[in-house]
């Protein structure tokens, strides 16, 4: 049996246009159908069509061009193609170098058809050195060849793991807590009407904050605050960044419940899983959580638990769509929802567009970031936008966008291979 999660359900209304935030009746919660053996790596072929035919091309180069938060990755094959992705953002320059001195090996001389094996060679290879920034660097390897795979198939790469593209609906996610609940309320509304949103996010308590608020009182008055302007009709989560053990989670998921939210986001320090389970055991509101997550197991024993009935992985931390679609299809054998974790607009959030448009338990929304961050602006085209609440999805080949020639040429660049 499976745990079909109210908000799934609810958000799919809301989604669609006129639903009512507040949905009907959730279904009990169960444990998930995961088999605890089922291997995470290594396991059997992902039933994916492009990865079970070889291209006869081999890898040739691997190159990154960083600047700021942001690397992006070229890689070439013999035949001079050629596709485009993205390492992590933050700190790009240290994951750079983790590329090329880490996984650049893993990719060069093999066929881009191999990217399954490829992919869980690297992780385990790098298994002195788990998890972020060979994730984090792997991810650019990885997105670069599937930008390759679907301009050889002439497809978006969401048509190539079952989608097609298509318009998904976005949630605005607010990035601050120095916004005080007056100013949030008011830029919400104001987002609501110019953009057509059908969903927020808003910051409660504080990041790690041991039980502390940003300020004495702010998420009390927040919450209220942010259902009362936007009115019922509208979609609203809430993110506590690890903020609260399990009793202080509880009282603000509460507080959460009685004004219709529908996602409490990473209530508990994310490490805490049992914490976490507690919480999401106790209240009725969704709890949603996982964007730090990049292991495998560790998701197959969170979605086992359950910890979670949401699941939130960021594609950019977890080393690329393969892994991230994995965890997508943890989740939808467990009946859980999955709203991958992008919160900024660079690449991040065209990987998880592609994603929501090909997963049959998509969240429904997209989270998309509503601050200002001058250095995401002119890094590709077509340009991310909102348009009726819903983000248009290119068509074009591969990820369907084109990074700046010029963003490219004030980047700093390395490379392997030839
Ligand atoms: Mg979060």
Redesign the pocket.
């Given at each position: 049996m499976t745990h079909s999660r109210r908000s799934f359900l609810g958000g799919l209304a809301v989604a669609g246009a006129a639903g009512c935030a507040r949905p009907a009746e959730r279904a009990p919660r169960s444990r998930a159908s995961v088999p605890p053996s089922e291997p995470v790596i290594g396991g059997p072929p992902d039933p994916i069509p492009v990865l079970r035919e070889k291209t006869g091309l081999r890898i040739a180069s691997l190159e990154t061009f960083t600047r700021g938060h942001v690397s992006i990755v070229r890689l070439t094959t013999d035949d001079g193609s050629e596709g485009w992705g993205q390492i992590s953002t933050y700190d790009a320059d240290i994951s750079a170098t983790v590329l090329h001195r880490k996984v650049a090996g893993h990719f060069i001389g093999r066929d881009p058809a191999d990217l399954s094996d490829i992919v869980d060679r690297c992780i385990e290879a790098n298994y002195k050195y788990p998890w972020s920034f060979v994730c984090r660097a792997l991810t650019g390897a990885e997105t670069a060849a599937w930008d390759l795979l679907g301009k050889r198939a002439g497809k978006p790469v969401c048509e190539l793991i079952g989608g097609a593209a298509k318009p998904i609906p976005a949630y605005g996610s607010s990035m601050s807590r120095e916004i005080t609940p007056e100013d949030e309320a008011a830029r919400l509304v104001r987002l609501r009407d110019e953009k057509g949103y059908r969903a927020f996010k808003v910051r409660v308590g504080k990041v790690n904050g041991r039980d502390e608020d940003q300020w004495p009182g702010r998420t009390e008055t927040l919450v209220p605050a942010i259902r009362q302007a936007v009115g019922e009709g509208v979609s609203l989560k809430a993110?506590g960044?690890s903020c609260y053990t399990p009793p202080k989670a509880i009282e603000v998921g509460r507080l959460l419940e009685e004004h219709g939210y529908d996602h409490f986001?990473?209530p508990c320090p994310y490490w805490e899983l049992e914490w976490t389970t507690q919480v999401a055991a106790a209240l009725d509101v969704d709890v949603a959580g996982g964007?730090q997550d990049n292991d495998l197991a560790q998701w197959r024993r969170m979605i086992a638990l359950p910890a979670v009935d949401i699941v939130q992985p960021d594609v950019c931390y977890m080393g690329g769509l393969l892994r991230t679609l994995r965890v997508a299809r943890m989740a939808e054998k467990a009946g859980m929802p999955c709203v991958p974790?992008s919160a900024n607009l660079a690449m991040v959030t065209v990987f998880s567009l592609h994603l929501l448009a090909a997963i049959p338990n998509a969240g429904p929304f997209l989270e998309y970031s509503i601050e200002d961050t001058p250095w995401t602006e002119g890094l590709f085209d077509p340009a991310l936008r909102v348009v009726d609440g819903d983000v248009p999805m290119s068509t074009e080949p591969g990820w369907g966008v084109r990074v700046s020639p010029a963003w490219l040429d004030a980047a700093e660049t390395q490379r392997s291979g030839v």
């Open positions: 993110d960044n986001e990473e964007e974790h």
